[in-house]
């Protein structure tokens, strides 16, 4: 990657972490200090936490294909002040009504998709898997850090606070795309930009949608269980200020164990053995909190039995997802996956708030055990993923008779297994086995194919 190229998928990664920070850093306060508003109930409780989820599932994949008429950075510059406005309203909210009109605004400046976008703009090709890497463990290392600085930051400021420092976050990442991300040309990419051509194909692939319904079921756990967590916690007898320490251990643990499991998956072909082990593990914990969560001792193991599952899953499902969607699918798939995340946290939220209500904490936790029961049956009957990883190829301009020449010349090339030219972007998707992949011949099929464009 060039010095550009690096600076510009850095300070992308920094937007994303600072509003990952932000949405995320109430998790673990926010229903305690709930408890103390007027007109309370664990229902609204849980709406507030989930909220965001529902307006960013509804509005991620449209804001993404109106960056693509408009621009990427006009649409994140409007996303990032929508969420800073509803980072204010929370703050200067003293009712759960308003914190739920403030938080579903949060959701509102729903820029995932358009980051994405952006970040394959001003990278090449042959960097862009690298650059959205980078995004992947920067967004997944602020969600960690959100869970254990959240308690640490609210001793200081308070939730109020919290929501106001969100909103410094999303103005500070209006100076960074301003400042550090150069203007680019716009242009559709079929691995990062939904394309409403492909949603038929992809919403009836039962393979994809296993793994949509796997991440909805995964973010419903984690919303419906910070609504009763942190009460639990209390119950017992672990100080509000010292909660940060149960997450610093569990989650460090978690993220020492999940490592191991990631290389054995990717470097002996396990991923499908793997990932179904890690449903069980989540089987477990949810079984292991609906008995133990009056006991510290025992919400700390199965805690570190979710989080490793949890941290587990949430690196091999958008791997999956990348093996198992055509390839010029690849995009609109991810964008399905994305929204199917989100909808997951709002009726995580609304649905562990109304069973806290009516039941108990325990029938929060049974509930989730359920439905890890059944998506551990989707997954143990899933078909399991080809090792192939995706390659992209600059082509230049050409018709289709010089693209159906240059497709059957890398169809010959050992390691390739699919290969879909997209002459508008002028640019080769394929998937690939990296392990016996010609790169000699790989390049031999582009001399070829730059004679004959000349």
Request: charged fraction near 10%; proline fraction near 3%.
């Amino acid at each position: 990657m060039t010095a550009a190229e690096k600076r510009a998928t850095i300070a992308l990664a920094s937007i994303m972490s600072m509003r990952m920070l932000g949405l995320f850093m109430i998790f673990p306060v926010f229903v305690l200090y709930a408890r103390d508003l007027p007109n309370v109930t664990p229902l609204l409780v849980g709406l507030a936490i989930g909220i965001y989820g529902l307006t960013q599932g509804i509005l991620q994949i449209p804001f993404g294909m109106l960056s693509d008429r408009i621009g990427r950075k006009p649409i994140i510059y409007i996303g990032l002040l929508i969420f800073a406005i509803g980072s204010i309203v929370a703050a200067l909210s003293t009712s759960i009504t308003g914190i739920i009109i403030g938080r579903a605004l949060q959701g509102c400046g729903a820029i995932a998709s358009t980051v994405l976008a952006l970040t394959a703009d001003i990278t090449r090709e042959e960097h862009r898997t690298k650059a959205m890497a980078i995004l992947g463990i920067t967004i997944g290392m602020s969600f960690v850090l959100a869970l254990i600085i959240g308690p640490i930051i609210n001793r200081w400021i308070g939730v109020p606070g919290i929501f106001w420092l969100t909103a410094l976050f999303a103005l500070a990442g209006i100076v960074v795309l301003y400042s550090a991300i150069p203007q680019t040309l716009t242009s559709s990419h079929r691995d990062t930009t939904p394309a409403l051509t492909q949603f038929k194909r992809v919403l009836q692939d039962s393979q994809l949608l296993r793994l949509d319904i796997g991440i909805f079921i995964l973010h419903l756990f984690l919303t419906s269980m910070f609504v009763v967590l942190p009460i639990a916690l209390v119950e017992g007898k672990v100080e509000v200020d010292h909660h940060w320490q149960i997450y610093v251990s569990v989650l460090i643990a978690a993220i020492v164990a999940m490592v191991p499991l990631i290389i054995y998956a990717e470097k002996y072909r396990h991923i499908k053995q793997v990932f179904v082990g890690a449903i069980g593990l989540l089987v477990l914990s949810q079984i292991g909190l609906s008995y133990l969560y009056h006991s510290i001792t025992g919400i700390v193991i199965m805690l570190f039995l979710f989080f490793t599952a949890f941290n587990l899953l949430e690196a091999t499902l958008p791997s999956l997802i990348s093996k198992l969607a055509p390839t010029e699918s690849k995009g609109t798939a991810m964008g399905v996956y994305s929204s199917s995340q989100f909808f997951g946290a709002f009726l995580g939220g609304i649905g562990g708030g109304w069973l806290y209500q009516h039941y108990s904490i325990g029938a929060v936790f049974a509930f989730c055990t359920l439905l890890a029961v059944i998506w551990f049956i989707l997954a143990a009957t899933m078909q399991s993923p080809t090792h192939l990883s995706s390659h992209l190829l600059k082509v230049g301009k050409m018709d289709k008779e010089q693209a159906n020449h240059l497709t059957q010349c890398l169809m010959k090339v050992p390691g390739v297994a699919e290969v879909v030219i997209i002459l508008e972007e002028e640019v080769a998707y394929m998937k690939v086995d990296r392990k016996i992949l010609d790169i000699e011949a790989l390049d031999g099929c582009t001399e070829i194919c730059a004679n004959i464009l000349i």
